[in-house]
Each structure stands twice: as structure tokens, then as C-alpha cells.
């Protein structure tokens, strides 16, 4: 079997030779054992500002599986993993996503190789807990995982991009045209047998993290607004309940006046507020339920995928 590494790297000059060597010896060393037949480690230089795409070149002419791309400005990881994935989709019978400072533990492969030839499709990379991340790292990434959850996201918790796809799966996913790339939430959709493989995240072997605190809230922000028209619903919600308040308000409010204890003008003014206010906020809800629909038609995501055809 044909194996390819898609690692997406941003500024990484500091790893990759390290990367590459400690690569290198892992997958020489499943290729001895005979789980694959040929293995290429493919870097997609994220449009990184240090020697990160010099260093590749060099790579690239003293190994001879090392490959590379670059892309011509930072288009954030999730689309460097894509531009890596669509580059070998012909090419692999299989492809891993993992990060060139190797946290994710690359000794998982062959269990990951293992689930694929019991017929996996997905194999999702799982972090079994935290504790190399510094305490911001942990809480923030655990404020993530719930707070995608509570707004209607469908994530695996722990799981970042260390996954396999075999090439049907990776098929697959290349038919959602969508430019707004959240691969977590996107593997989830396009089903074939999974399975989970876990793992101790290690230190960061050299360098500062890449994700900053905004990428992190793009990333939240880009996963809640491709997957969920839940906070569209939310509008709506506040809006009957404002409206079951105005009925409350507007019942108090004329009582008042019938027992005569009420400025001139004070009745009409509460209830014209109350009305007028509750039923702006559910019109807004209703209008943002047809933008939800708009926008999931404009994906145009596939309706299905075929997994087998006899
Ligand atoms: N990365 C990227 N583009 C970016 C930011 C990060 O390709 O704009 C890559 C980075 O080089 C690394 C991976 O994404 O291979 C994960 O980044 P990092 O290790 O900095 O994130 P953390 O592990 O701290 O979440
Ligand atoms: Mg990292």
C-alpha cells in the first residue's frame, strides 16, 4: 500500500529536519515489517516568512520520498492539510494528516495502518489527555470542545487534525466544495467505518505554538458557522420568549390602567415597546432560518456518498 503524510507546516524551521529524520526512520521501519509498500512524507509550506520552504528543498534532495508544496501566502492549517490532501488524492491509498512538530505520537501510524487494513476508512487520532499543554492550551482547548458542542457542532472531543483517510474516504471529502474548511466537523459527515486510536500528546519539540489565541477563535468561529444553524435558532427562541413576556408585560400594564394608576401616555408606550420589540427579534429568527437554508444549499455538500455498489 501507498502511503502518504500530509504535514502542513507555518514557520516551522526549527523541527523539520528533526521531523524528517525521526519520519524517516519510523516509516523505514514499517516498510520492513511490510505493512506498506511506499511511503512519502508531502510538507505544505503554509506561506511561512522563515527558510521553512529552503529547508524543504533540501530535504527533498537528500531524501527521496520527502515532497513539498507552497503555497503563496498563510492560509491557516486547516486549508494547508486540504491543499496536501487534494495534491496526493490519485496518488495514496491512504493518507495521515499529522503536525510537523510531531505532538501527535507517530509511533500510533502503524495501529492507525493496522485499522485501515481491518477496513476503516477514518481513523481518528485522540489525545488522551493534556499534560504537556501549558494551562491556558488545556482550558481553552476544553472551552472549545463544549462550546461546539452546546451551539450544535458535531465534534469528537480530543481529536485534532491526526487522522488517516483511505482514498475513498478522502475521495469523499473532496466532493464538498465548501470554502470554508472545518475538517473535524467535515469527516464526520461522509460516514464509511471508523475507528479511534489514542495517544500521549508530547512537548512541542522546538518553537512556539502557531495556533494563536484568534486562529483558535477563527477555527470556533469557522466550525459553529459551517455546522450549525443552532444560533440562528437561538434568535428565534429569544424571540418567543420576549413575546411571552410582552403578553405578561402588556396584561400588567393594562391593569394598571383600568385601576387608574398610570401617567397619560405610559400604557401605550410599554405596549408598543414590548409588541414591537418581541416581534422584531422573531421576525429576525424566522428571516435567519431561511438564511440557514440559503446557506446550506449555496455548500452545495453532497446528498450521499456511496460506500459500495454491487
Ligand atoms: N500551521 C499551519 N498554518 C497556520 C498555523 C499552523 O500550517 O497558520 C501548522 C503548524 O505548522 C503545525 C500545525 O499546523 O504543523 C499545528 O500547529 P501548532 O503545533 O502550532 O498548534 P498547536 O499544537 O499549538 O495547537
Ligand atoms: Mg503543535
Same mark, same amino acid.
Given at each position: 500500500?501507498? =502511503?502518504? =503524510? %500530509? %504535514?502542513?507546516?507555518? &514557520?516551522?524551521?526549527? %523541527? !523539520?529536519?528533526?521531523?524528517?529524520?525521526q !519520519?524517516?526512520?519510523?516509516?523505514?521501519?514499517l516498510k520492513e515489517k511490510g505493512i506498506i509498500d511506499n511511503a512519502q512524507i @508531502?510538507?505544505?509550506?503554509?506561506?511561512s516568512k522563515d527558510t521553512t520552504w529552503v529547508l524543504i528543498e533540501q530535504l527533498h534532495e537528500r531524501y527521496d520520498h520527502v515532497s513539498g508544496l507552497k503555497l503563496? $501566502? &498563510?492560509?491557516? $492549517?486547516? $486549508?494547508?492539510?486540504?491543499?496536501?490532501?487534494?495534491?496526493?488524492?490519485?496518488?495514496?491509498?491512504? %493518507?495521515?494528516?499529522?503536525?510537523?512538530?510531531?505532538q501527535h505520537d507517530i509511533t500510533k501510524i502503524e495501529e492507525m495502518l493496522e485499522k485501515y487494513s481491518e477496513g476503516c476508512e477514518v481513523v481518528y487520532g485522540i489525545r488522551n /489527555?493534556?499534560?504537556t499543554d501549558?494551562?491556558?492550551?488545556?482550558?481553552?482547548?476544553?472551552?472549545?470542545?463544549?462550546?461546539?458542542?452546546?451551539?450544535?457542532? /458535531?465534534?469528537?472531543? &480530543?481529536?485534532?487534525?491526526?487522522? @488517516?483517510?483511505?482514498?475513498k474516504a478522502l475521495k469523499a471529502l473532496m466532493a464538498y466544495?465548501?470554502? +470554508? @474548511?472545518? =475538517?473535524?466537523?467535515?469527516?464526520? *459527515?461522509?460516514?464509511?467505518?471508523?475507528? +479511534?486510536?489514542?495517544f500521549d500528546v508530547k512537548e512541542r519539540m522546538a518553537g512556539n505554538s502557531k495556533y494563536t489565541l484568534s486562529k483558535m @477563535? &477563527? *477555527?470556533? *468561529? /469557522?466550525?459553529?458557522?459551517?455546522f450549525s444553524v443552532k444560533p440562528l435558532r437561538i434568535i428565534t427562541m429569544i424571540g418567543l420568549i420576549s413575546l411571552l413576556l410582552a403578553m405578561g408585560e402588556i396584561i400588567y400594564v393594562l391593569y394598571a390602567y383600568l385601576t387608574g394608576e398610570t401617567v397619560a401616555g405610559w400604557t401605550s408606550l410599554l405596549i408598543s415597546v414590548w409588541l414591537i420589540g418581541s416581534v422584531l427579534i422573531l421576525s429576525l429568527g424566522v428571516i435567519g432560518e431561511y438564511i440557514g437554508k440559503i446557506y446550506s444549499e449555496v455548500k452545495r455538500r453532497p446528498r450521499y456518498i456511496i460506500e459500495k455498489q454491487i
Open positions: 500500500m501507498n =502511503l502518504y =503524510l %500530509v %504535514v502542513p507546516c507555518y &514557520n516551522e524551521e526549527l %523541527v !523539520l529536519a528533526d521531523t524528517t529524520k !519520519l524517516d526512520a519510523y516509516l523505514g521501519g @508531502l510538507y505544505v509550506d503554509d506561506g503563496a $501566502h &498563510n492560509v491557516g $492549517h486547516q $486549508h494547508a492539510v486540504w491543499a496536501g490532501m487534494e495534491y496526493c488524492v490519485d496518488k495514496c491509498d491512504a %493518507v495521515i494528516s499529522i503536525d510537523a512538530d510531531l /489527555d493534556r499534560a501549558s494551562a491556558f492550551k488545556k482550558n481553552t482547548a476544553l472551552m472549545f470542545y463544549k462550546f461546539m458542542s452546546a451551539m450544535g457542532v /458535531d465534534i469528537i472531543p &480530543n481529536h485534532a487534525d491526526f487522522r @488517516l483517510l483511505g482514498s466544495p465548501e470554502r +470554508n @474548511l472545518f =475538517l473535524r466537523g467535515m469527516v464526520r *459527515l461522509i460516514g464509511f467505518k471508523t475507528a +479511534n486510536v489514542y @477563535l &477563527n *477555527l470556533a *468561529l /469557522d466550525g459553529i458557522t459551517s
